[in-house]
Nanobody
Framework: QVQLVESGGRLVQVGGSLRLSCGNS????????VAWFRQAPGNEREWVAG????????YYADSVKGRFTISIDKANNVVYLQMNTLKPEDTAVYYC??????????????????WGQGTQVTVSS
């Protein structure tokens, strides 16, 4: 059973940093791939970053490459999204998503079986 829970979203100033967390409230993070998506008001949800549970390298959307880092704490079954040099356009609800398959297309929402409820990130100028 996988029930994802995100946390860490808040109001932050331009140029600041935040770290979002995603965990499975049912225990072990039993998924092959985990990703972060975001949805800004009036926009469609977009993929931000992804990582395989078995690996250490992350994959990123061009808009966040070099600023965001996805990582896994396997000991505590938590997936993080470290966000640095935040911009107003990063303002969105951020969602954690998980998929049981090792191989897939990162940005395709329909490939993810499990979703969290989202956490709000607001970047103020």
């Amino acid at each position: 059973q996988v029930q994802l829970v995100e946390s860490g979203g808040r109001l932050v100033q331009v140029g600041g940093s935040l770290r979002l967390s995603c965990g499975n409230s049912q225990g072990h993070f039993n998924a092959a791939r985990v990703a972060w998506f975001r949805q800004a008001p009036g926009n469609e949800r977009e993929w931000v970053a992804g990582i395989r549970w078995s690996g250490s390298s992350g994959y990123y959307a061009d808009s966040v490459k070099g600023r965001f880092t996805i990582s896994i704490d396997k000991a505590n079954n938590v997936v993080y999204l470290q966000m640095n040099t935040l911009k107003p356009e990063d303002t969105a609800v951020y969602y954690c998503a998980a998929d049981d398959r090792y191989v897939g297309t990162w940005h395709r929402e329909e490939e993810y079986s499990y979703w969290g409820q989202g956490t709000q990130v607001t970047v103020s100028s």
